[in-house]
């Protein structure tokens, strides 16, 4: 996440004391700060000036915000104030301490199904308690999700997220989260309660299969396949993920609305029932692999005694139940050490949930440990450890003391096997040398390419100045060599040599819409986004740009397009 000083060390009604830049958008800054009066850092998002500027939309600003105030969910970002003045419009917002679901996928790739089940039915349960309240959140993604160290999942933006769609769609920049937009968003319906379900329905896809349900050449494209296409079974691309599982998927990214859930409640209730039945089903058939016999199985009842037949027949009666009311119990089980392991830690020991005797243990968790605690740690000496160090290389050899396990394999809370060595747990831990390459004074679109391939977003500012060469990288932020979340943005200051330089807009009309972002950029131009709309031209296509062909602009000026969504149907 990004950080800057704050310069004016500014302070609001007395009482907000501004520190840090730690995000940004179209419509507002958001700032870490300090609440004197409660002693406590918070978030604070204040609108922009230009924004302020604009009374309707101040007002509907502040009505989305005292709307959102009024949740109050575990499972959701808490809004603590709302300011609406002629001065400055802000909300104080909890401040979470943790790293969005997007980060947490892309490091994983895909998530195991109870992990997925588990994030999955904490979204909805924050969506079923703002949809009681009214509220629309309808911009569902895993970016504005973020995810605490214990596991729990934030949902953020609640309403605002809508606000910021909106502006982008009237600037001329792409629809927001076109990867998982509902198709009656796309077609400029209003969205309700159902269209979040449609963009969980995608969000819990991309967890399980690690891919995004619908990619394109263009935005245009991935919009037209959201409408008219299915998409491909996740158990196509991982064959591991239960059936059950990849219908209730499907069922909630139907692009028909009649045919997805109707409500949160209803798919938190198939995906409860399927994730008891589906662990009944694994307790059973490890329970029957555990009882086969070791010599060559009998044929026919009359290869044995009678009293032999009579004492399997009682054992598979006491096997069949017992199996059912262990899964049940282990349930429950579950769920105790989850609550005693994250929220009860500083009352009862944390002993985890062994059953030795039995040969097999639940994996306790290990995330935000540091190795060298847990290699010490004598209740963790019937674990086959593997250490696998992440860099931006690969792996190699580090000091264990000095980091901290990122992910495990197997998860928290599974069962695993203590036998013959025990199951291999791999902890993956973060070394934390991931760093911003120097791209000090390259050409800023060499500079571009070098940021995006290390998995940067980049911000342009122009400045002029005499002593660089025009278009040379003159600062950049965070400084090269900063250890720095991949996803996260680095500015560039670019010189604009001693004046300002006036570039042609070139024309754009016709080309493909890559065409189009690959020409702005090679002319010393910025891409803003694009707008699409039905028309006869072919989807994909441009068809407007925002300044006309051969116009003279500063140089890296941000040029908007409008791409065709093809003939309207009907």
Do not use: C
């Not at 700060?33 to 302020?52: C, H, I, Q, S, Y």
Request: proline fraction near 5%; avoid cysteine.
């Amino acid at each position: 996440m990004e950080n800057r000083q704050n310069p004016n060390n500014l302070v609001l009604e007395d009482r907000y004391e501004l520190l840090e830049i730690i995000g940004e958008g179209g419509m507002a800054v958001v700032y870490k700060a300090l609440d004197r009066r409660l002693n406590r850092f918070v978030a604070v998002k204040v609108m922009r000036p230009e924004m302020a500027q604009q009374e309707e939309f101040r007002q509907r600003f502040f009505a989305e915000s005292q709307a959102v105030a009024m949740l109050s969910s575990p499972n959701i970002v808490a809004v603590y104030d709302v300011s609406h003045s002629t001065d400055i419009e802000y909300i104080v917002m909890e401040l979470v301490d943790g790293i969005t679901l997007k980060q947490y996928m892309q490091r994983k790739g895909p998530i195991p199904w109870r992990e997925a089940v588990y994030f999955a039915k904490q979204i909805a349960r924050a969506l079923a308690h703002a949809h009681e309240k009214g509220v629309i959140h309808r911009d569902i993604k895993p970016q504005n999700m973020l995810l605490l160290r214990d596991g729990t999942l934030k949902v953020g933006d609640f309403g605002i997220a809508a606000l910021e769609n909106e502006l982008r769609e009237e600037s001329g920049t792409a629809i927001g989260s076109i990867h998982y937009i509902a198709p009656e968003q796309i077609r400029g319906e209003v969205p309700d309660a159902r269209s979040d379900l449609y963009s969980l329905g995608v969000v819990l896809y991309e967890m399980l299969t690690g891919q995004k349900p619908y990619t394109g050449d263009t935005l245009g494209e991935i919009a037209v396949k959201h409408m008219n296409t299915e998409p491909t079974p996740p158990t196509r691309l991982v064959p591991e993920i239960p059936p059950e599982l990849e219908h209730i998927t499907l069922k909630a990214m139907k692009a028909n609305i009649f045919e997805r859930y109707q409500s949160a409640e209803e798919l938190i209730r198939d995906l409860d029932r399927f994730a008891l039945t589906q662990t009944q089903q694994e307790d059973e058939a490890e329970a029957e692999s555990l009882e086969a016999p070791s010599v060559a199985p009998v044929r026919s009842v009359s290869e044995m005694s009678k009293e032999k037949y009579r004492r399997r027949r009682r054992r598979s009666a006491r096997v069949s139940f017992l199996s059912g009311t262990f899964g049940v119990l282990l349930v429950i089980l579950a769920l105790f050490v989850f609550l005693l392991q994250f929220f009860l830690k500083d009352y009862f020991p944390d002993k985890g949930t062994e059953d030795r005797a039995s040969g097999h243990m639940m994996m306790p968790n290990l995330q935000g440990i540091s190795v060298d605690s847990i290699l010490k740690n004598p209740e963790n000496s019937v674990f086959n450890f593997e250490i696998i160090y992440l860099n931006s290389s690969g792996t190699g050899e580090y000091n264990p003391s000095e980091y901290t396990v990122e992910r495990q394999d197997p998860g928290a809370g599974t069962r695993i096997s203590l036998k013959k060595g025990g199951t291999p747990v791999r902890l993956y831990v973060s070394t934390g040398v991931v760093q911003v390459p120097d791209v000090y004074n390259l050409d800023y679109r060499e500079a571009t390419a070098i940021l995006r391939v290390s998995g940067y977003y980049v911000e342009i500012v122009d400045e002029i100045s005499e002593t660089f060469a025009r278009n040379a990288v003159m600062s950049m932020y965070p400084a090269a060599g900063t250890s720095l979340e991949k996803g996260s943005v680095v500015y560039l200051t670019v010189s604009a040599g001693a004046e300002v330089v006036q570039v042609s807009v070139p024309n754009l009309v016709g080309l493909s819409e890559l065409a189009a972002i690959e020409k702005i950029e090679s002319s010393e131009l910025s891409y803003g986004g694009s707008e699409y709309m039905h028309s006869d031209l072919p989807s994909g296509t441009v068809i407007g740009q925002s300044e006309e062909n051969y116009n003279l602009v500063p140089a890296h000026a941000k040029i908007i397009l409008r791409v065709s969504l093809g003939p309207e149907e009907g």
